[in-house]
């Protein structure tokens, strides 16, 4: 894993080194904290979060995995997932992260399986992994260096039953992060 020092004098203000950029960003306390990302000679990407205020320091680690000579992941977003399953990946790979959220007044339950999607029956085949997102709640894996392994393909479905069963009154917003 490559790791960055950011240098004392780029703070409070970030200055950002060349080929990285940075955001300010307020938190809901009103706090301002800025993040800088930052490009490695491994195509790895690394982000340091800062208290401008402080002036802290901050050691980056490159979270994102250069995959294939390329640098960054693959993106799925959908804001009307439901229970059709959907194929994020045609082929083996790993999923580094996701963000969902359920708007529906019940839960949800999100399958994810190791298989093509033609091959997928949703409430039958047995999911590789499921997770509960509650009602109007989220589910957030910040991206990792290390992903969930898929042999085959990645699939996905969202039901309203742990068994796999049952439609969504409204779709949910779906995002995946993967390689």
Do not use: C
């Not at 203000?13 to 060349?18: A, D, K, V």
């Not at 979060?49 to 680690?61: K, M, N």
């Not at 309203?160 to 009154?169: E, K, N, P």
């Amino acid at each position: 894993m490559a790791e960055f020092s950011v240098p004392i004098q780029a703070f409070p203000s970030l200055s950002p080194p060349s080929g990285a950029s940075v955001d300010t960003f307020q938190l809901p306390s009103g706090a301002v904290r800025q993040a800088m990302v930052i490009a490695d000679p491994d195509s790895a990407i690394g982000i340091a979060s800062v208290d401008p205020v402080l002036g802290l320091s901050v050691s980056v680690q490159s979270i994102l995995p250069a995959t294939s000579g390329t640098s960054g992941l693959e993106t799925y977003n959908n804001p009307n997932f439901n229970n059709t399953p959907i194929q994020v990946k045609g082929v083996s790979g790993n999923v580094f992260g996701m963000h969902f959220y359920n708007p529906n007044s019940t839960d949800v339950f999100l399958h994810f399986y190791d298989a093509l999607i033609v091959n997928v029956i949703v409430g039958t085949t047995p999911p590789k992994l499921t997770y509960w997102i509650p009602a109007f709640g989220s589910l957030d894996w910040p991206v990792t260096t290390i992903g969930i392994p898929y042999e085959t393909a990645i699939a996905t479905a969202a039901t309203a039953t742990l068994s796999g069963s049952g439609a969504l009154a409204n779709g949910i917003l779906a995002n995946v992060l993967y390689a």
